[in-house]
């Protein structure tokens, strides 16, 4: 089993954690959306969404986050023996949080010299790879279509207004949730936490802890908690606490200035 995702990718931590949680084994493929490398025509034929993360076992190949995750508690049974599957609650809530869209969130919180910087060099890896590629022209050129929109739509306030009351509903409803129980769905670790760990996750990266999360007492105890889980170290963890955030970010930024410096696009 393959998983080509990357700890940047919010999508990509949910279905890692499902993994780790169910104790499935899988080959770990990188693929860095901030240098364009899911716009490589090795992976783009496989998924011309060039959305992250992709599931592949054997000839099954599976891009929605949520199929992937209900998908990964089938194969516990068989590989470990794991017989817990989602109950309906617990599905309902990761149909829930996942219908919180936050690229637009944010790329709104991204200073927009670094956001504009990003956004004209993968420009030019999707004109490059459509050169070398013409017989994925048409993909590659809706890709490049939608760059284009989506710096359009970030001039829409009411699109981004959108996004952030669809996210202050959601945390609200799970601060609600919790005054009950110790995790979303009961007092056992579910995959809707492994779904809604990231998007908390999220909102630290940004800087938005504050405003979002420990305003929140029930979510902040909650946050502390999930924190000491080994799979949250290992997935998300190990990128992004402490100094590993400044790290893995400096890493990546360093990488893009380079490739744009010697325009190997």
Same mark, same amino acid.
């Given at each position: 089993?393959?998983?080509?995702?990357?700890?940047?990718?919010?999508?990509?931590?949910?279905?890692r954690?499902? %993994?780790?949680?169910?104790?499935v =084994?899988?080959t770990s493929?990188?693929?860095?959306?901030?240098?364009?490398?899911?716009? =490589?025509s090795?992976?783009?034929?496989?998924?011309?969404?060039a959305?992250?993360?992709v599931?592949?076992?054997?000839?099954?190949?599976i891009?929605?986050?949520?199929?992937t995750?209900?998908y990964?508690?089938?194969?516990a049974?068989?590989?470990?023996?794991?017989?817990s599957? $989602?109950?309906?609650?617990?599905?309902?809530?990761?149909?829930?949080?996942?219908?919180?869209n936050p690229?637009?969130?944010t790329? %709104?919180h991204?200073?927009?010299?670094?956001?504009?910087?990003?956004?004209?060099?993968i420009?030019?890896?999707?004109?490059?790879?459509?050169?070398?590629?013409? =017989?994925?022209?048409?993909?590659?050129? $809706?890709?490049?279509r939608?760059?284009?929109?989506? /710096?359009?739509?970030?001039?829409n306030? =009411?699109?981004?207004?959108?996004?952030t009351?669809?996210?202050?509903?959601l945390?609200?409803e799970? /601060?609600?949730?919790?005054?009950?129980t110790?995790?979303i769905?009961g007092d056992?670790?579910t995959?809707?936490?492994?779904?809604?760990?990231?998007?908390?996750?999220r909102l630290? %990266?940004?800087?938005?802890e504050?405003?979002?999360? $420990?305003?929140?007492?029930?979510?902040?105890?909650?946050?502390? %908690?999930?924190?000491?889980?080994?799979?949250?170290?290992?997935?998300i963890?190990k990128?992004?606490?402490?100094?590993?955030k400044?790290?893995?970010?400096?890493?990546t930024?360093?990488?893009?200035?380079i490739?744009?410096l010697?325009k190997?696009?």
């Open positions: 089993m393959q998983l080509y995702h990357h700890p940047c990718s919010l999508n990509s931590q949910k279905v954690l499902a %993994l780790e949680e169910k104790g =084994d899988y493929f990188h693929v860095n959306p901030i240098l364009g490398k899911n716009m =490589d090795s992976f783009f034929r496989m998924n011309t969404s959305k992250l993360p599931f592949k076992n054997g000839s099954h190949i891009f929605d986050t949520i199929e995750i209900l990964i508690e089938r194969i049974v068989v590989s470990v023996g794991n017989n599957f $989602s109950n309906e609650e617990v599905i309902e809530w990761m149909q829930k949080i996942q219908q919180w690229k637009y969130f790329l %709104l991204i200073p927009d010299k670094h956001r504009l910087y990003v956004s004209k060099f420009r030019k890896v999707v004109i490059a790879r459509m050169a070398e590629s013409p =017989d994925l022209a048409s993909a590659y050129h $809706s890709k490049l939608e760059a284009y929109e989506t /710096e359009e739509k970030l001039k306030a =009411d699109l981004v207004k959108r996004s009351e669809s996210l202050v509903q945390l609200d799970v /601060e609600t949730k919790l005054n009950d110790t995790y769905v056992e670790f995959m809707a936490d492994a779904t809604f760990v990231p998007v908390l996750a630290v %990266l940004l800087g938005l504050d405003e979002y999360i $420990s305003c929140r007492p029930n979510i902040a105890d909650y946050w502390g %908690l999930v924190q000491q889980r080994p799979t949250y170290k290992k997935v963890g990128y992004f606490n402490g100094w590993r400044k790290k893995t970010l400096i890493k930024w360093c990488s893009l200035h490739r744009n010697l190997r696009y």
